[in-house]
């Protein structure tokens, strides 16, 4: 099993930045993907960032330039650096681990979310 926690999330005007941060913890060999999806309110969830173990990135085309997505494998910890935020940016922020367990099965996991709201 597989806990993920978010922090970072807050209020934040059109073209500020934050930082949000994913640690994993519990029972697993190893985490193959971390990553970012959110859901703004009447939308879908949807992809921003994705980071292998080995450092491989995805971005969504509306986070590409803006948006860093980064590992700390030491800590089990993801993070996602956003700049240059735009009101449409406004969503729930969920991190999503991928792994394996001991026995070698694959599992996916999301965390609770935290809230991302950019305003002026």
């Known amino acids: 099993q597989v806990q993920l926690v978010e922090s970072g999330g807050g209020l934040v005007q059109p073209g500020g930045s934050l930082r949000l941060s994913c640690a994993a913890s519990g029972s697993f060999l190893s985490i193959n993907v971390m990553g970012w999806y959110r859901q703004a309110p009447g939308k879908q969830r949807e992809l921003v960032a994705t980071a292998t173990r080995g450092g491989d990135t995805n971005y969504a085309d509306f986070v590409t330039g803006r948006s860093t997505i980064s590992r700390d494998n030491a800590k089990n910890t993801v993070y996602l650096q956003m700049n240059s935020l735009k009101i449409e940016d406004t969503a729930v922020y969920y991190c999503?681990?991928?792994?394996?367990?001991?026995?070698?099965?694959?599992?996916?996991?999301w965390g609770q979310g935290t809230q991302v709201t950019v305003s002026s």
């Open positions: 999503y681990a991928y792994s394996t367990s001991y026995s070698w099965k694959r599992n996916e996991y």
